[in-house]
């Protein structure tokens, strides 16, 4: 039975860290051991933790580097840097995982190295079911209000456009994903410009290995006023409402995360920049770059490139504003 690191990263996450750990320690895999990093947590959320591995004798390893309030991308990759098992899965402190999660995820995961090899970076994750506060049932999943319509992204030969499009529009979510050793050395150091952990385990496994789905929700994703991220609805009509609510701090914002997207992609051709495909290679330092190009050439490197999300209207807001 492999053993997998779930690595948790935490920050004033006690109230809902008992149910979350509950939900691990229920996984019918049972050889994992925990790996946490807390960012600075005034609520006692690391003693929380420890009390909890005492109690029910569970393997725990505390990362403690003395900084505080990096964020989830640093704080994620200095847990993936400290791994060091045959395969990782990232965690949330506030959602809760159904009991096969992780048997589940492995066992899609090692039939993957079985047909592609273990000396690719390959990465597995599945659906969401969305819940309240309480773990009530919304009767929504996180793949359908996303509008996510391209999420597997198997080994191809060449240029693919789901590939391309990651760049733009991430479709994995971290605490709803399993990787293997392969992946884990390759995306570290997590270089600063990354914009989200998850984000960059998919553009190298997109890339370089594979990307597998599973559609069915092995995790209650948790909704609540201090989520990090959350499940944003990217239909049209929630689209205008959020646009007509605050047309400026819209605009300003999809700005802001278009700039961050343009530096990790960057970061993403300065890393592998030899290892890409020669067309790959172009696109990625293409987008890296669109902000110093000109209206025009911004236009047309979308449509040549066919670099956009896969909902319709997420793409037409997109394709007016880079």
Partial sequence: MPRVDILLATYNGA?????????LQAQTHRDWRLLMRDDGSEDGSVELIRQWASDVGRELVVLEDGESRLGPAASFGRLIERS???????CDQDDYWIENKIERLLSEIQDMEAKIGENKPLLVHCDLEIVDANLNATGKRFWEESHI??????????????????LLQNV?????MLGNADLRKRSTPVPNDVHVHDWWLALIAGHFGAVRAVREPL????????????AV???????????????????GKTIVVLGKLQRQAGAFHHTF?????????????????????????RKSFMMRRA????????????????
């Fill in 15 to 23: 109230k809902y860290l008992p149910e979350q750990l509950a939900s």
């Fill in 84 to 90: 060091d098992a045959p395969y990782f899965a990232c």
């Fill in 149 to 166: 319509t391209f999420i597997n992204l198997e080994p191809v030969p060449s240029f693919d456009r789901a590939r391309a499009s990651l």
């Fill in 172 to 176: 994995v979510t971290g605490c709803a």
């Fill in 219 to 230: 995790i209650k994703y948790r909704q609540h006023d201090a989520n990090a991220i959350g």
């Fill in 233 to 251: 609805s990217w239909d049209p009509w929630s689209m205008f409402k959020r646009f007509l609510a605050d047309p400026r701090g819209t605009i």
């Fill in 273 to 297: 920049s030899d290892a890409l495909s020669d067309k790959d290679r172009e696109i990625v330092l293409e987008f890296s770059q669109l902000a110093e190009q000109s209206f025009l050439k």
């Fill in 307 to 322: 670099v956009y999300p896969s909902a319709w209207a997420r793409r037409f807001v997109l394709f007016c504003l880079v």
